[in-house]
Antibody
């Protein structure tokens, strides 16, 4: 069974840093693009970042460019996001998601349970 | 950036009703759209991808249609388990964006 388990969420002060991790199991992790998607409390979904199977391509939403870095370790079946210069508007539940499909047939077909990041003084 | 605008924001319906949710893209995006269902406190679940392809395991009462800038998600006969929030999402070009969501409530 496919499993994605996020960790690392916490309360952090504005300007601070946090690293989130996602442990994957039940599938060949290195075969899939992976993503982070977030959801502010009571709000809608926001795509944050994608990373290619070998880590050679990374894409980010404009609001996190230069502050967040997505990475992966295929040997450890792990997906990370390093979040720096955190702002109040980064407060959200952060979901790790597997990206299924090839060009034109994409969808987030598996999601973790989420980890909560709160940015507040 | 391509904006995805869903309507309505909230929909009140009864079990057995046919329900249609619309999503409009700010630019033409061919059929590069997916639909998700989310229940309170849970992660989203994919229903439809490439505008009209039903994800494996999803009941056939869910269907999607559209191309270009207008897309619809239809539930042919609303079931108790379907009361949730629904999101469209495009993957035409980066940044990928979601619609603001449509909450389907019990009438």
């Amino acid at each position: 069974e496919v499993h994605l388990v996020e960790s690392g969420g916490d309360l952090v002060q504005p300007g601070g840093s946090l690293r989130l991790s996602c442990a994957a199991s039940g599938f060949t992790f290195s075969n899939y693009w992976m993503s982070w998607v977030r959801q502010a409390p009571g709000k809608g979904l926001e795509w944050v970042a994608n990373i290619k199977q070998d880590g050679s391509e990374k894409y980010y939403v404009d609001s996190v460019k230069g502050r967040f870095t997505i990475s992966r370790d295929n040997a450890k079946n792990s997906l990370d996001v390093q979040m720096n210069s955190l702002r109040a508007e980064d407060t959200a539940m952060y979901y790790c998601a597997r990206l299924q499909g090839t060009s034109g047939w994409y969808r987030f077909d598996c999601w973790g349970q989420g980890t909560l990041v709160t940015v507040s003084s | 950036d391509i904006q995805m605008t869903q309507s309505p924001s909230t929909l009140s319906a009864s079990v057995g009703d046919r329900v249609t949710i619309t999503c409009r893209a700010s630019h033409s995006i061919s059929t590069w759209v997916a639909w998700y269902q989310q229940k309170p406190g849970k992660a989203p679940k994919v229903l439809i991808y490439k505008a009209s392809s039903l994800e494996s395991g999803v009941p056939s009462r869910f269907s999607g249609s559209g191309s270009g800038t207008e897309f619809t998600l239809t539930i042919s006969s609303l079931q108790p388990d379907d009361f949730a929030t629904y999101y469209c999402q495009h993957y035409d070009s980066y940044p990928w964006t979601f619609g603001q969501g449509t909450k389907v409530e019990i009438k």
